[in-house]
């Protein structure tokens, strides 16, 4: 007896046209990312002085991982208008991915200087002097930013790290007992330091 197969012809054919469109809709979505790329490009290269042109760019390239393009593509939107402060921002984000801390520092206390309360911006300055081993500055940056906004639980949770690797233990035991009530994911991330000599770099980014 000839065992029966799993599609008959005509659906082992409709089933080999989806596995075709399927992949020919993934080739076409690839090729819109590559041409929106060389459209952005075009653009620039038509209006040199588009600083948000380059900046469209620049968040392209970015998306792409082509990281060292798209810091080209934000430092001339910057030299454009170098008051355009979300540029700061987006190359100290590049930076900070490529381990560049002392170049995302750089720019993210740019972007801090333009709103020096500015919760978000503080705590980027924070994450950056906590990679750099610079405890001491990271909390100060935490704790700006939470005064600034008291319920910013991932600025919490990174002061209370800091605690840790500078001795003051009870402060960072104050800091559990708050996240406790506030953000319990946050707290039982947080209890596993308290019996490492040295706790492992898991900021909250």
């Known amino acids: 007896m000839t065992p029966s197969l799993p599609y008959s012809r005509s659906g082992l054919s409709r089933f080999i046209a989806c596995l075709l469109l399927a992949s020919l809709s993934l080739l076409t979505s690839c090729n819109r990312k590559s041409d929106e790329i060389a459209n952005l490009q075009q653009q620039v290269w038509k209006n040199p002085q588009d600083a948000e ?24 939107a910057l030299a454009i208008n170098p008051g355009l402060d979300k540029a700061n921002k987006a190359l100290g984000t590049i930076a900070f991915n490529q381990k560049n801390y002392t170049g995302a520092l750089s720019f993210f206390q740019k972007h801090l200087d333009k709103a020096p309360k500015d919760s978000l911006r503080l705590y980027d300055v924070g994450n950056v002097y906590m990679q750099m081993k610079q405890y001491e500055s990271a909390a100060k940056a935490y704790s700006d930013a939470i005064d600034n906004s008291e319920a910013f639980a991932e600025a919490h949770y ?48």
Request: proline share 1%; net charge positive; with cysteine.
């Open 158 to 205: 990174n002061l209370a790290i800091c605690y840790i690797y500078t001795g003051r233990k009870a402060e960072a035991e104050a800091i559990y007992e708050w996240l406790l009530v506030k953000n319990n994911y946050l707290a039982v991330s947080l209890q596993r330091h308290f019996n490492k000599e040295k706790p492992g770099s898991d900021e909250k980014r």
């Open 53 to 76: 042109g380059f900046m469209l760019l620049g968040n392209a390239l970015a998306r792409k991982q082509r990281y060292n393009e798209a810091t080209e593509a934000f430092k001339s």
